[in-house]
């Protein structure tokens, strides 16, 4: 048994997830109604989403007290790169949305949801996240309060005993290796989501809703294959999709089946930490990212939005259509890293013009609808982008420094 446990961890870890899944769909369309199978789908989120927030909160603390003065991290590269990608999203969903207009048969059984009433409501909530009470914070992974307290108590830290900063360094350690544990039992896991998504939605109830669905994914895929390829190569200047296919095999394909940005962060942060990149940058910025960097989300806002405008006949002029792409890039900051988070923030886009709430929560109906698909890509490409643009702004500065650089994949 410990022979073929060894042989098995052998193999790469893309190869036993793509196994996985070809074992769920063999499962959920051979025995559908062995529902115990999807329990280890739910352990492998829970797991994952469980390890996370311990582990931002000890390895932000861990790399900030340990950071020496003077020395230089990528955080406003990687700012300017997750604002831009988010703008941008929102933009190109604007433009196919008019490219190809989409009408929707809406639907009830979403009034029991409560989106913010206005852009002022996000900051604001934004803002309280950020002074949670650090408890608080760990038991409902508000990763922005969770940043919060981990850089202030780094910062402090900076000043404490060399054996303080050790048992941070060891404690980040234990933890990060609990995550290897988790992300070792993804095959299983992933196998018990894609059994549980084929045998609760199934593929046929998506049909009715297949241009609006085609918009939504077919925009993700342009942001993830042209859009964010072309910002890479303007940083980097060389070739940017064997660094983006790396992503979006690597990470990408494991958020694409949890769906949820936040369990995907230990993910990313062991790809970050095998790609040898800067300690100090990505344990702020992929949990950062998981928060604030929603190119996905913006999508999803943008489309699902001019929808329902299409849908009730209101005309939009060019200047509206800028304010939308506006909105949602900021709007889908304010998004929450779990799967549908960015559906309760289509209202607050449609009141820009004049769309009643009823008519708007239909809307987000559709969106839970069709959130097997939508919400698995928009998941993909906001998860997999925070490891490529952390890695970009690394090998744009040493561009730019005249170093030589290899990206390793």
């Known amino acids: 048994m410990r022979t073929l446990i060894h042989k098995w961890n052998k193999v790469s870890l893309v190869q036993r997830i793509l196994l996985g899944i070809i074992v769920g769909i063999a499962l959920a369309l051979s025995i559908p109604n062995a529902t115990g199978i999807s329990i280890f789908g739910s352990l492998f989120v829970s797991a994952l989403k469980a390890v996370a927030p311990v582990l931002v909160l000890l390895i932000v603390m861990s790399a900030i007290s340990k950071h020496k003065k003077g020395q230089q991290t990528n955080m406003k590269s990687i700012l300017a790169l997750y604002g831009l990608s988010t703008f941008l999203a929102g933009l190109i969903a604007v433009i196919a949305s008019f490219m190809f207009p989409v009408s929707l048969s809406l639907v009830t059984g979403a009034s029991d949801l409560t989106p913010p009433e206005g852009i002022v409501e996000v900051l604001k909530t934004l803002l309280f996240q950020v002074v949670d009470n650090p408890v608080n914070a760990l038991m409902n992974a508000n990763y922005i309060g969770i940043l919060t307290w981990a850089i202030l108590l780094g910062i402090v830290l900076r000043n404490a005993k060399d054996s303080t900063k050790d048992m941070l360094d060891n404690f980040s350690d234990a933890v990060s290796q609990i995550v290897k544990w988790v992300i070792s039992l993804a095959p299983l896991g992933i196998m018990g989501l894609v059994f549980d998504s084929i ?24 942001m993830a294959l042209v859009v964010n390829p072309l910002i890479v190569y303007l940083n980097i200047r060389r070739n940017p999709y064997p660094l983006v296919f790396h992503c979006l095999k690597q990470s990408g394909i494991t958020a694409f089946f949890t769906r949820s940005s936040a369990a995907n962060i230990p993910v990313n942060m062991r ?14 910025s992929i949990p950062l990212g998981a928060t604030i960097n929603m190119a996905g989300a913006a999508v999803t806002i943008s489309v699902l939005t001019l929808a329902a405008v299409h849908t009730v006949g209101t005309e939009v002029d060019f200047g509206m259509a800028l304010m939308l792409s506006i909105l949602s890039a900021v709007a889908a900051a304010g998004a929450s890293g779990v799967a549908g988070g960015s559906l309760l923030l289509i209202p607050l886009a449609c009141s820009l013009f004049g769309i009643s709430n009823d008519v708007a929560i239909q809307v987000v109906g559709v969106g839970f609808i069709i959130g097997v698909l939508q919400d698995s890509f928009e998941t993909s490409l906001n998860s997999s982008s925070d490891l490529l643009f952390t890695a970009t702004a690394e090998y744009a500065k040493k561009r730019k420094e005249g170093k030589d650089f290899v990206i390793k994949i």
């Open 199 to 222: 045998t609760a939605n199934g593929l046929s109830s998506l049909l009715d809703y297949g241009k609006l669905l085609f918009v939504l994914i077919g925009c993700m895929l342009f």
């Open 271 to 284: 790809l970050c930490e095998e790609m040898d990149l800067d300690a100090d940058t990505y344990s702020v």
